[in-house]
């Protein structure tokens, strides 16, 4: 068998009783994710490792693991032994020497650690100075019967587990089902912003949590209790959610920093409480060796949810499609952290594919003809007023071109070509004798692409179906506006002659 004991070094910009506890809580639930044998002993944290270290690739890599990939955990100093009671002494002269200036012996002999290491020895530790005993090979060598009767069976017992002619029995530490820890406050808080201080703390131990569980945070509570000797409330919180499982505390710490600048506290804070409401399995990832596909900074639903926070959920948002074929009614613009799930999902799609994915959709490009960009009389280009009348009206069919044209009608996808800016509510458009008039004639360029939607719709009232859009678009150019994207009415609506109407803007 094979133990470690670590013990945390103390910091100075906390209590040393909470901070020592929190830290060893912390090195406990780190611990557990290499061991199932992880005990609190003689103020240390000592944990097995014999049966994991073939699964970590062997002794030595274990141990880098544990204590090299440590940023987010406090400083802590550690020793190793056959026994946990051997690791312990080790460990406590290494810390004893180190007060007096002298770096300490990496690993002295079990028979000559001094008795002071030994926590059954020291109740007893003038009278064994007295008697001449200064380590634990001095104590093993009094006749063991007058030690039972001089000392108990206590004194006994540990020794022999020391030595290991005696097994060592622990209590295992077990993770919590939920994590939900509260911290006091070292002095009073008013500013809420000041609050994040003791959430890092908390956020260190939640991180130690989720690692041991292998799982991710989804939405996380902090909570703060305020005086009860002022007038209002005496609690209150707030929610952090983010779109993936992550492990990320640095994301969250700029989520809640950005969360309580908003938040005016209503009596001084006085103790804190982090819990986790939504936590899932941690997906694995797989990293690339080539440095190009290595994602620098935050990903974006990082930046969506952070600038959520900052500006607010209504001032962030994204275009949703939906399944209609009307253009006004084809996207509708919510909440862009409501979808940051998808955002999450979609994160490699949206970052792009690389040189790959750029090829693709140049092969899917649709190129215009060549009278989209050309003028009035371009090659392919028709003028409205040489369109005969019953092919304008609205009661007549749009008239399909001959299949010899010379339009490129091949080529031409009207479906494709859909306007830059939509205008929120189509602009009726002048007509003199069914021809539609904008700063100007207009020259047709593509089109007609017909679209029949909404008759399944019920009108306001519920007790009737609402008109039906019935509509031809159509390319056109305005010599003073430029490229318009306007349709045509094919049926009157209710009260109104049918007609032209502006419906987009090409840039």
Avoid at 186 to 203: D, I, K, Q, T
Avoid at 290 to 307: A, F, I, N, P, T
Avoid at 367 to 387: T, W
Wanted: hydrophobic share 45%; charged share 20%.
């Amino acid at each position: 068998m094979h133990w470690i004991a670590l013990l945390p070094l103390p910091h100075a910009e906390a209590p040393a009783a909470t901070e020592q506890d929190e830290a060893l809580r912390l090195w406990s639930w780190r611990a557990l994710q290499f061991t199932p044998r992880v005990a609190r002993a003689d103020g240390a944290v000592v944990l097995e490792i014999s049966a994991s270290e073939r699964l970590f690739g062997g002794r030595r890599t274990l141990l880098r693991q544990l204590f090299e990939q440590n940023e987010p955990h406090p400083s802590v100093e550690w020793s190793q032994g056959a026994t946990s009671l051997v690791a312990i002494g080790r460990l406590l002269e290494r810390l004893q020497a180190r007060q007096h200036g002298a770096p300490g012996p990496a690993a002295t002999p079990p028979a000559q650690l001094p008795l002071a290491a030994l926590a059954a020895a020291r109740a007893h530790l003038p009278t064994l100075q007295r008697l001449g005993c200064r380590t634990w090979g001095d104590l093993r060598a009094l006749p063991r019967g007058g030690l039972v009767r001089r000392f108990g069976d206590g004194l006994l017992d540990a020794l022999d587990q020391a030595f290991g002619e005696k097994p060592e029995l622990y209590p295992w530490l077990t993770l919590p089902e939920a994590f939900d820890e509260p911290l006091e406050l070292p002095a009073h808080v008013e500013n809420a912003s000041a609050l994040l201080f003791g959430a890092r703390r908390l956020l260190a131990l939640l991180h130690a949590w989720l690692q041991a569980r292998q799982r991710g945070a989804l939405v996380l509570r902090l909570g703060w209790q305020m005086d009860r000797r002022r007038n209002g409330p005496t609690d209150d919180h707030l929610l952090v959610r983010t779109a993936e499982p992550t492990l990320d505390m640095a994301h969250f710490e700029r989520l809640l920093a950005e969360h309580l600048a908003h938040v005016t506290l209503a009596a001084p804070a006085i103790a804190l409480r982090l819990a986790t409401v939504e936590t899932a399995p941690l997906p694995g990832a797989s990293a690339s060796l080539l440095l190009e596909d290595r994602r620098q900074g935050d990903s974006l639903h990082q930046l969506v949810e952070r600038l959520s926070a900052r500006l607010g959920a209504a001032q962030v948002q994204r275009v949703e499609p939906r399944a209609d074929h009307r253009p006004e009614r084809m996207q509708a613009w919510s909440a862009a952290v409501e979808a940051s799930n998808l955002i999450a999902n979609n994160d490699q799609k949206t970052l792009g594919g690389g040189p790959k994915s750029l090829k693709t959709a140049r092969k899917k490009t649709t190129k215009l003809p060549a009278a989209a960009g050309s003028g009035a009389g371009a090659q392919g280009a028709r003028s409205v007023a040489s369109e005969p009348a019953e092919a304008l009206h609205p009661s007549q069919p749009a008239r399909p071109r001959a299949a010899g044209s010379k339009a490129a009608s091949s080529t031409l996808q009207p479906d494709a070509l859909y306007p830059t800016w939509l205008l929120a509510t189509p602009q009726r458009l002048t007509v003199q004798r069914h021809r539609p008039l904008y700063q100007g004639p207009l020259t047709l360029l593509a089109g007609p692409q017909r679209i029949e939607a909404a008759w399944w719709e019920p009108d306001a009232t519920g007790t009737a179906a609402a008109p039906a859009a019935l509509r031809d678009y159509f390319v056109a150019r305005s010599a003073q506006a430029g490229l318009l994207w306007i349709y045509r009415e094919r049926l009157a609506q209710a009260g109104a002659q049918p007609g032209w109407f502006l419906h987009g803007l090409f840039a």
